[in-house]
C-alpha cells in the first residue's frame, strides 16, 4: 500500500536511506511532496569512518536549517589539502580554507564523523517517512504510476504505489540495474584502508583542524580530526594486491596497513599502532550513465555516479542531486513527471548539455531561484570561478549556461592538487 498521507501532492518513493536519499527526502518534503524512504536496513548506521563535508554540502545544509548543528559536532577545516612530504612530513602544498573559503565558496568546510552527519539528517526527516526494513526487489511501471516491490527479512512483502521513484541505493543500485543498461566497474587496482583513531593516542599534528595528505610511492595517507577533535580519521590509499571487495563493512588487517607505509614518517606509524580495527574497500571506477532517469524513475548518488573518493565530493554531490531534483519536481502534477525528470537529468546528466534558453518553466524556476548556487548561475560560484588560487568545490563542473560536461575533474582544482593526485600513483621512482 502506498504511504501517502496527502493525495493531492506528488507522491515520492525513494529507495535508500544513505546520505543521498535522506538528502532527497528532506528536500522533496520541503518543496511539499509526499516522501516515504524505503531502506533494507532494520536500522540506519553508517560505517565507523569520517568524511569532508565540503563547502557545496554545508550550503545546502544550511538551506535546510541544519548548517548551525552540523558545527556542534563537526570539526571545521582551517586548512585543507595539506600535502606533505612521505618520509619527512616536509609541507609540499597547502590550501587556507578558514574564513577565506566561505568568502570564496559561500560556507565553510568540514570534516565529520558518518554516522553524526546520518543521524543528523534523519533526526531532521520525521519517523513517519522512513521504512526500515524494506529491500526493493523490483518496480514496474504503468502509465499513471509506479509499482514497487519490497521484502522484509522475514521474508514479507510489501507493495507501494507511487507516482515517483528516487533510486539512492548506493553503488551496487539495484534499482539502476531495472531501468538502466549495466555498468560496468573497472578495478583502479587500489584498495582504501579506513579507520579511527582516539585523539589521545594521536600525535599532536594530527589533531589540527587541518585535511592532511601525506604523499610517497604508490601510496597516500590522509587524516584529520572528527567527532568534535575526539577522534581521527584515518584513510590510506595504497595498491590493491588481490583485495577485491567492495563493502564499507569489510575488514582489513592493521598489521597489513602498517606494512604498506614502511619507511614513513613515524607519526604515521603512531596513528596505524593506535587503531584498533580496520576496513578495507576496493576502489572501482565506473564510466558516468548516459541517463539518470527513465519514465518516472530517477538516480541519485552513488547509484547514479559512484567516483572514485579522491576528492571527497560523492555525498555532496548526492546532495547537490537532491536539491536539484526537489526543484524539478515541486511545481509538477503527478501527469508530466517523467517529463520533468528527464528535464531534470538535462542538468544532472554529465552527457547531456543542457540549453539555458530551451529552458521549460521548470527548469527556468531552478535557475531564476538558484538551485545551488548564484541566481543569475546556479551551479557556479562566482568568485570561486574567478581563477583563485582555491578550487570551486565542483559548482563550475555544471555550469548549465556553457552546457559543459559534469566530470571534469581537473578542471576546477588548484594546478597542485590536480598535479599532485596524477603524479600520486605513477612518479613513485622518483620519490622513494
Ligand atoms: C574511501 C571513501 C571515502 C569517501 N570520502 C568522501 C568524503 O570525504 N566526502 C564525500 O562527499 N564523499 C565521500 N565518499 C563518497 C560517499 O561516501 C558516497 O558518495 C556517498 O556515501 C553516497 O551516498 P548514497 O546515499 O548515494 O549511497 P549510500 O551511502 O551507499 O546509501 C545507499 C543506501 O541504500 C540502501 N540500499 C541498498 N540497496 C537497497 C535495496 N535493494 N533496498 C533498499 N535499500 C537499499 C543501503 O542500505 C544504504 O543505506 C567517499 C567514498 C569512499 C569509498
Redesign the pocket.
Known amino acids: 500500500m502506498s504511504m501517502s498521507s496527502n493525495p493531492a501532492s506528488l507522491r515520492v518513493a525513494i ?7 535522506l538528502a532527497a527526502a528532506l528536500f522533496l518534503r520541503r518543496a511539499g511532496l509526499d516522501v516515504s524512504v ?4 532494520v536500522e ?1 548506521a553508517e560505517v565507523g ?6 563547502p557545496n ?1 554545508v550550503r545546502l545544509l544550511h538551506r535546510l536549517g541544519l548548517g548551525d548543528e552540523l558545527a556542534t559536532f563537526a570539526v571545521r577545516l582551517e586548512a585543507a589539502w595539506e600535502f606533505r612530504r612521505w618520509r619527512d612530513g616536509r609541507v609540499l602544498f597547502v590550501q587556507p580554507m578558514g574564513e577565506e573559503c566561505e568568502r570564496l565558496y559561500g560556507a565553510h568546510c568540514y570534516v565529520a564523523h ?1 554516522a553524526d552527519l546520518l543521524t543528523l539528517l534523519q533526526d531532521a526527516l520525521p519517523a513517519r517517512h522512513l521504512c526500515l526494513d ?4 523490483d518496480v514496474r511501471e504503468t502509465d499513471d504510476e509506479v509499482e514497487l516491490r ?1 521484502a522484509a527479512r522475514s521474508g514479507r512483502e510489501t507493495r507501494v504505489v507511487s507516482d515517483v521513484v528516487i533510486g ?8 539502476r540495474e531495472k531501468i538502466a543498461p549495466k555498468v560496468d566497474a573497472r578495478f583502479s587496482g587500489l584498495c ?1 584502508f ?1 579507520c579511527l583513531v582516539p585523539a589521545a593516542k594521536a600525535p599532536g599534528m594530527a589533531l589540527r583542524p587541518v585535511q592532511t595528505l601525506w604523499l610517497g610511492p604508490g601510496r597516500h595517507f590522509v587524516h584529520y580530526p572528527i567527532s568534535g577533535g575526539r577522534l581521527v580519521n584515518v ?1 590510506a590509499i595504497v595498491p590493491a594486491g588481490d583485495w577485491r571487495t567492495e563493502s ?1 563493512t569489510a575488514d582489513g588487517e592493521i598489521a597489513d596497513l602498517a606494512r604498506e607505509f614502511d619507511g614513513w614518517d613515524n607519526r604515521l606509524h603512531q596513528l596505524i599502532a593506535s587503531a584498533t580495527s580496520t576496513k578495507r ?1 576496493a ?1 572501482y571506477d565506473r564510466a558516468p550513465l548516459e541517463q539518470w532517469t527513465k519514465g518516472r524513475v530517477a538516480l ?4 547514479a555516479h ?2 572514485l ?1 579522491f576528492f ?7 546532495f547537490e542531486d537532491a536539491a536539484v531534483l526537489a526543484t524539478c519536481l515541486r511545481t509538477v502534477d503527478p501527469s508530466p513527471v517523467a517529463e520533468a525528470l528527464r528535464r531534470g537529468s538535462g542538468f544532472l546528466n554529465p552527457q547531456a548539455p543542457v540549453s539555458p534558453t530551451a529552458a521549460t518553466p521548470t527548469t527556468a524556476d531552478a535557475q531564476s531561484k538558484g538551485v545551488l548556487g548564484t541566481p543569475a548561475a546556479p551551479f557556479v560560484n562566482p568568485a570561486a570561478s574567478k581563477g583563485s588560487a582555491g578550487g570551486s568545490f565542483v559548482l563550475d563542473l555544471r555550469d548549465i549556461g556553457t552546457g559543459q560536461p559534469r566530470y571534469k575533474w581537473q578542471k576546477p582544482l588548484p594546478l597542485l592538487v590536480t598535479r599532485g593526485i596524477v603524479q600520486l600513483h605513477r612518479q613513485t621512482a622518483d620519490r622513494a
Open positions: 529507495v535508500g536511506a544513505g546520505i543521498g536519499g524505503y531502506e533494507q536496513a540506519l569512518a569520517g568524511i569532508v563535508v565540503a554540502m558518518r524494506h529491500r526493493f526487489v519490497f539512492a541505493d548506493g553503488i551496487h543500485s539495484v534499482l582504501a579506513r584513510v564499507w574497500w576502489l541519485l548518488g552513488d547509484a559512484a567516483m573518493p571527497a565530493q560523492g555525498a555532496a554531490q548526492a
